[in-house]
Structure formats: structure tokens, C-alpha cells
Nanobody, 121 residues
Framework: VQLQASGGGLVQAGSSLRLSCVVS????????VGWFRQAPGKEREFVAA????????YYGDSVKGRFTIYRGNAKNTAYLQMDSLKPEDTAVYYC???????????????WGQGTLVTVSS
């Protein structure tokens, strides 16, 4: 299974970005997608997760109301729409797949390479 995360960049505070995560390879059935982030010198943080159907989503407290996770029609692509970005959202964002949507990183067995989001003040 391969995951390709993209869409990061440098934006000003208050702006929006949409990250994409394309999943390819032998996925062997349904899977959930999670987004995590890690800022320099900080621990990895849960951002959002979505189940296979797209009907169940979870968000980290720091992004609730500003970020939206959803899946494309083809199911193998998940998106993270990030609005009202803040400087504290600056981090490398990683997508991952697992059997169920969860805030626990250890649930996810496959991870992408990450995409850098930098929010200037």
C-alpha cells in the first residue's frame, strides 16, 4: 500500500489549503484514513480521521470547526480541507490508513511521506 500526500504550502494566517491523500496498491478491502501532523520539536498530533463510508469522522480539538475531512467518490482519495489557518497549524501533515477511524496513531498500518504546511502570521 502506498500513500501520497500533497497540497501543502506556505500561506498566510486566515487562509485555506486542501490536502490530498491518494491511496494505491493492494488495500484488501475497506480502510479508514487518518491525518496527523508533527511540528518541529513537538510530538505527533491527531488531526482528523474518516471511516470507509465517509459517514463517521473525528477531529482533534485544536482543529474542530476549521478543518473538514472527506473522501472522494473513488474512495481511494481522502481530503483535508483546512480553513482559517493559524500559525500554530504549521507542521508536516501525514496521512495514514487503518482498519477503523481512530485518534490512535498505532491503529494505522500504512503512512504517507508527509506534506509541509507553513502558516505565516
Amino acid at each position: 500500500v502506498q500513500l501520497q500526500a500533497s497540497g501543502g504550502g506556505l500561506v498566510q494566517a486566515g487562509s485555506s489549503l486542501r490536502l490530498s491523500c491518494v491511496v494505491s496498491g493492494r488495500t484488501f478491502g475497506v480502510y479508514a484514513v487518518g491525518w496527523f501532523r508533527q511540528a518541529p520539536g513537538k510530538e505527533r498530533e491527531f488531526v482528523a480521521a474518516i471511516n470507509w463510508s465517509g459517514l463517521t469522522t473525528y477531529y482533534g480539538d485544536s482543529v474542530k470547526g476549521r478543518f473538514t475531512i472527506y473522501r472522494g467518490n473513488a474512495k481511494n482519495t481522502a481530503y483535508l480541507q483546512m480553513d482559517s489557518l493559524k500559525p500554530e497549524d504549521t507542521a508536516v501533515y501525514y496521512c495514514a490508513t487503518g482498519p477503523v477511524a481512530s485518534q490512535a496513531a498505532e491503529i494505522y498500518g500504512h503512512w504517507g511521506q508527509g506534506t509541509l504546511v507553513t502558516v505565516s502570521s
